[in-house]
């Protein structure tokens, strides 16, 4: 599925001219939806006072969501993008970040034409500089169920205990079977470094020797500040890009919502031929 050129001169003339912004997608998942995120929140929080601008799509529903860690009362929603455009639906959220609620992003982009989406990032661009960073919080939802899958940095959210290694594992393993990413890393939510950095050993030795993936350690988030702005070690991890999303080159704004808007798609399209078929079927994203 690809879409449709742009049709009017202006348009063209407009991105021809704009300087490309940095731009990268994070996603922050977790078998623990409120610690996730309470991380999610501390990573836009850190990066807002680094002088980035983030914009946070929220994936999950009250009483767990990020508006309420952030004192935002969520009035608006993705599912009014079409009635009422990308910038009047986010939410100021503190310095440097937004809030854009998505509690059903899938049903709210493939509802979008391909026109209307185009719309939505030349209206932003035109009116507002584009985020630097979008970070998606999916919290326990299954990969192809929400957006955050789209992204090709994740962040995994692990408790303090043991007894959640199993369910990290399988989060990961179900995200990484859907799309794989090309980099992911670990957040621990405890106090103690010791702890916190045994607990990601035990992981990281799992997912290479049964999935491939080599994580990092992004490091560990005390429960008490979890929704406070991350600390500047942390911080620093997490703007340090990595050499494999340097090598396949970044997208931008516009073109990020076209690849969540995409899987919207895509996944609307599997869900008819499940429904029309006799038993499920796999899909799978290739990574490229």
Known sequence: MRLAEPVDQATGLRRLFTPEVPFRALAVLGADAAAATRACVALARGLGKRGERVMLVDEVPPPRHAGGLLGVLVRHGLNE?????????????????????????????RGLSETALRRLADDWRAREETPEWLLLNSGPALPESGLAVTADE???VLTASRARLAEAYALMKAAHAFRPARAWRVLVEDGDAARARALFDSLAETARRFLGIVPEFLGHLPRERAASPAEAGLMERLVEEPDAAVEAGRVDFEQYWQRMWLHSRLMAESGSRESASEGPRNVRWSSG
Do not use: N
Request: charged share 20%.
């Open 154 to 156: 994740r962040v995994l």
């Open 81 to 109: 993008v079409r009635q009422r455009g990308l910038l009047d639906i986010v939410q100021p959220a503190g310095e440097g970040v937004v809030l854009l609620s998505a509690v059903d992003g899938l049903a709210a982009l």
